[in-house]
């Protein structure tokens, strides 16, 4: 029997939030939840869909590191050159977010940390709450990282590790890491 349907009970199954512009209303303070592209990191928050979005503080050196990430990728330089490729990818933030700052010809480099708004406490992790939606199907993780895979992604930018390659900062990642 499937574990997340009981008899007499409704089926409790989380979608994966795969969609892009995936966005839901949950118990946080900013209760409006832009969720990044699939296998995203970083999550914007809104106190209602005519608000600014808002990315939770505790993230905020996560964000250096992946900017400081895409600072060193080459192919991310030369596509920026010619193809005007932008430093924030729709996939680890959210889509919208991503165009609100194309939108306001924001600068592409490292200064673009500059024109994010960050406000504490407004993510799942530190509301101890979990996501609406999860990060992966059960093929590909356990329980854990199925419901918040993001912050997985988050903890590895936080050492200065793209989880997504094997780009690592060795200034910002601790040595027993490394």
Known sequence: MDNDFEEG???TRKEVAFKENTISVENLPYPTVLYPGHYGTFFGFKINNNSPTVICSCVKSAVENYIKLRMNDSVFLQASKYRKQFILCNMHF???????????????DSHIINHILFEQ???????KAIPRYKYCDEMYGGAFKQYLGWYINKQAYDFGIDPMAANILRDRCPQDIL
Request: glycine letters at 0%; aromatic letters at 4%; one cysteine or more.
């Open 94 to 108: 959210p889509r919208a977010f991503v165009d609100q700052l194309k939108n306001k010809s924001i600068p592409n």
């Open 121 to 127: 406490k407004l993510c799942h992790e530190c509301n």
């Open 9 to 11: 009970k409704q089926n």
